[in-house]
T-cell receptor
């Protein structure tokens, strides 16, 4: 079983602060995705990283895929209340099995 | 295109009852997935399919069954419902992993009493 460990599980910060969410595994993934989910809705894809060492930026969000393709991080700069939500990482493993981490529940206070 | 359609959106079951959650996609996607999500938690993979006629177990398959007789449909059957199966169920599909985005249905909230 390919497990993804996300940390921290909960994060409450003030508007304007920076934060980093981590996604770690002992398994190698062919690609890794980050999703954001709001209450009562399905997850929405933020980014897919494929190449080891890859860095992708999406406005104030920076995503990094580890060199060994076992871990990833999401960094948010100058967080805003609209960033509040559940952030999920998901790894594509063998046989196209997509495994999710437990998520990081982020609250950004005005 | 309707995308991924799940029915029903809400259902209450009694312990021991059975039911089927329907999932249909009209995007000709090869890969389809069923997940369950407990409150404030991530998604756990129940079953998935890489194409019509092919299904495989995920992390938590016990108490569930699936079939994939067509590309469009991927129903999830609950046999002998238990309170532990109270959850929100999401169906998702993707054409291929080289094309990126996983599309999710709106979810089905199931309560077993």
């Amino acid at each position: 079983t390919q497990l993804l460990e996300q940390s921290p599980q909960f994060l409450s910060i003030q508007e304007g602060e920076n934060l980093t969410v981590y996604c770690n595994s002992s398994s190698v993934f062919s690609s890794l995705q980050w999703y954001r989910q709001e209450p009562g809705e399905g997850p929405v894809l933020l980014v897919t990283v494929v190449t080891g060492g890859e860095v992708k930026k999406l406005k104030r969000l920076t995503f990094q895929f580890g060199d060994a393709r076992k871990d990833s991080s999401l960094h948010i700069t100058a967080a805003q209340p609209g960033d509040t939500g559940l952030y999920l990482c998901a790894g594509v493993g063998s046989n196209y099995k997509l495994t999710f981490g437990k998520g990081t529940l982020l609250t950004v206070n005005p | 295109n309707a995308g991924v359609t799940q029915t029903p959106k809400f259902r209450i079951l009694k312990i021991g009852q059975s039911m089927t959650l329907q999932c249909t996609q009209d995007m000709n996607h090869n890969y389809m997935y069923w997940y369950r999500q407990d409150p404030g938690m991530g998604l756990k993979l129940i079953y998935y399919s890489v194409g019509a006629g092919i299904t495989d177990k995920g992390e938590v398959p016990n108490g569930y069954n699936v079939s994939r007789s067509t590309t469009e449909d991927f129903p999830l059957r609950l046999e002998l419902a238990a309170p532990s199966q109270t959850s929100v169920y999401f169906c998702a599909s993707i054409r291929g992993w080289d094309t990126g985005e996983l599309f999710f249905g709106e979810g089905s909230r199931l309560t077993v009493l």
